[in-house]
């Protein structure tokens, strides 16, 4: 079998293969050739001054008076390592380069870590001007601060029953926490008015420090001697290093003027690399195709598949569901967007199979797939999210007036109970560590917040619906951090108040028919589904709403909701009053709750509905550039 034939074999089953496009590849016109290349090659150094900062620690090193004075040693010193004057340095740059140079003619970088010497300098704290104290913000410098249990008054509300009067008396006593003088000493400074500057942790002075560090660096001219030669063979020559040279000869040291100046080591050398050329015709489309190195390791396919994998990647994009899918199954294109998505390279475009412009091409193509994917995944959803946000608004409503309506003295006394709106300085006084939770030490405050900051980002980065950025997570673990001890403290205290008392289920019947029962126009309006009869089911809908409210005021005298001297809707309103101021001081926690669920469930619905659009053009890629891959 003749080269050629071996070639024409190797190019159809390795091409078909990274490609995925059975196409016939005639292969012709072989020509053998043996250029003659020079190289220029050495390392060039790179020295840099860096600046570590050391806070309150005094690292071991030279001591130079201030920073700006250890920063000038530093400086000098490395000019003397550039400069070549420094012996010691000089042998530790021959020792780590040496072995590469002299054997392998490898192409990397050597890093040559710091110099031997740190320069130390030191600054006068600019917090506390050298004191090493500042002042004690919790208490403003008085050594005292307001009483957290009664808000500095002295006082605290409390409720007693009388049992001789059989009813609840609402009066003030003395603040047991304080003793009723509403201060009480500053857990921050322990009353002394100042804390340690934590700047400098009381030292009064900051540390810097600097040291030299240099970097090697390969650098190479290339020049070739040959109208034979391409450019292509040194890229892959750069890459691999100079294994593939047939062989190479006068190797000489050499002065340089340049980008090399300066440079430890410089050779130059001359060598021989055989090359392979062939024309390459598909679809009555001629390229040039090239091997080249020893036994013909390496070649240049001359973008011979660029037609047949362009005749499937120009449909991509054109809103035909079926040519997308067609175009992301084929091994060629899901691979160049593999690479492109990753960042990655990939021998179809290394080698050149096929080339940057129809590399290029099919990326745009996708862009404009994804753009549409993007686009119809969020259409009309900001209705929805108008409309979610309307019905949990009502939802969250009529379940506040049900609660408010069962227990009407838990009600009354929400006024007295910390809101969302006075939850930020309850925060600010944990974090302080002004109180001390469940009574341990108030120092373990902070170890609780980080715990629940950590369990918070664990949980949403392995639950969240959708793979999101680190950004975000830490953004919504930090919200979580913070509002779900008000939720669950709320829920606990709130639930033992509110059964302190038994439930009033008929005043919640007849009050929440009035809210809940307007449901049932939403639902004789949506259900039909001819146009004509939606009307029909409204007016049945309010005759049924009607209806059960009419029933129920037919049942106050068994029920006893209203006394039977009042008039039932009267007293029905007088009932449904207080429920209302419950949700007056509860609006700020409504909203906030109606916000959160109309925007997260409808996104999420949303979402979820695009994931199935997606997944049905089976392509692992296109779901991980859409950020639907969960990981």
């Keep these: 079998m003749s080269q050629l034939q071996q070639f024409q074999n190797f190019i159809r089953s390795n091409g078909e293969k990274l490609t995925g496009v059975d196409v016939p590849v005639v292969l012709s016109d072989e020509q053998t050739k043996q250029p003659q290349l020079n190289f220029t090659f050495g390392w060039r150094l790179e020295i840099g001054v860096s600046a570590h900062d050391h806070g309150s620690c005094r690292p071991a090193g030279i001591s130079c008076g201030s920073s700006s004075n250890a920063s000038r040693e530093a400086n000098k010193a490395a000019k003397e390592y550039i400069s070549g004057r420094d012996p010691l340095f000089n042998e530790r740059f021959i020792k780590i380069l040496g072995p590469d140079i002299s054997k392998n003619f490898l192409i990397k970088n050597t890093h040559l870590r710091s110099g031997p010497n740190t320069y130390v300098g030191q600054n006068i704290c600019g917090s506390c001007n050298g004191s090493g104290s500042i002042f004690c913000y919790s208490c403003y410098g008085s050594g005292k601060s307001n009483c957290f249990s009664c808000n500095g008054s002295g006082r605290v509300s409390v409720s007693k029953y009388d049992s001789y009067n059989q009813r609840t008396v609402y009066t003030t006593e003395s603040c047991s926490s304080c003793y009723g003088s509403g201060k009480r000493t500053c857990s921050t400074c322990h009353g002394s008015g100042d804390v340690t500057c934590r700047t400098c942790d009381g030292g009064g002075y900051l540390y810097y420090s600097y040291t030299i560090d ?241 369990l918070s980002y664990q949980l949403i980065k392995r639950y969240y619906w959708k793979t999101i950025g680190k950004v975000k997570t830490l953004v919504l673990a930090l919200m979580s951090t913070l509002l779900l001890p008000h939720v669950a403290f709320s829920l606990y205290y709130n639930t033992l108040g509110a059964f302190q008392d038994p439930p009033l289920l008929v005043n919640a019947l007849a009050g929440g028919a009035v809210f809940a029962g307007l449901y049932l126009l939403v639902i004789g309006f949506s259900k039909p589904k001819k146009w004509y009869l939606k009307p029909i089911g409204l007016v049945v809908a309010a005759a049924l709403y009607l209806a059960v409210q009419f029933v129920i005021a037919m049942l106050n005298g068994v029920l006893g909701v209203v006394p039977s001297e009042i008039n039932y809707f009267t007293g029905l309103g007088q009932i449904i009053e207080p429920a209302l101021t419950f949700i007056r001081f509860n609006l700020v926690e409504l909203v906030l709750l109606s916000v959160l669920f109309s925007y997260f469930l409808t996104r999420r619905r949303f979402w979820l509905n695009a994931k199935t659009i997606v997944a049905d053009y089976n392509s692992p890629v296109l779901l991980k550039s859409m950020n639907m891959a969960k990981t």
Excluded at 374 to 388: D, E, H, R, T, W
């Design 214 to 454: 240099g970097e090697a660096k390969r650098s190479t001219r290339w020049k070739h001697t040959s109208s034979d030669y391409h450019e292509w063979t040194g890229d892959f020559i750069k890459r691999t290093g100079l294994n593939v040279i047939h062989g190479f000869d006068n190797i000489t040291e050499v002065d340089v003027e340049g980008d090399l100046n300066g440079c430890t080591f410089v050779y130059a050398f001359s060598a021989t690399l055989p090359t392979l050329q062939f024309t390459a015709t598909i679809d009555h489309v001629d390229t040039k195709i090239c091997f080249a190195g020893k036994q013909n390791n390496t070649h240049n396919a001359g973008g011979v598949y660029d037609p047949a994998v362009w005749k499937v990647a120009q449909k991509m994009g054109a809103e035909d569901k079926k040519d997308d899918t067609q175009a992301l199954a084929t091994p060629a294109i899901k691979n160049i967007l593999e690479a492109d998505t990753t960042n990655t390279k990939i021998a179809l475009l290394e080698e050149n199979w096929v080339s940057t412009d129809i590399k290029d091409a099919v990326i745009a193509n996708y862009n404009t797939l994804l753009a549409q994917l993007k686009k119809q995944s969020v259409k009309g959803i900001i209705p929805k999210m108008m409309g979610a946000l309307i019905k949990y608004s009502y939802l969250f409503f009529t379940l506040g007036i049900i609660i408010a309506l069962l227990f009407p003295q838990f009600a009354e006394q929400t006024h007295q109970r910390m809101g969302i709106t006075e939850y930020p300085h309850w925060v600010l006084a944990v974090l302080s560590a002004d109180f001390a939770l469940f009574g341990i030490h108030p120092l373990a405050n902070y170890a609780m917040a980080l715990g629940l900051f950590v």
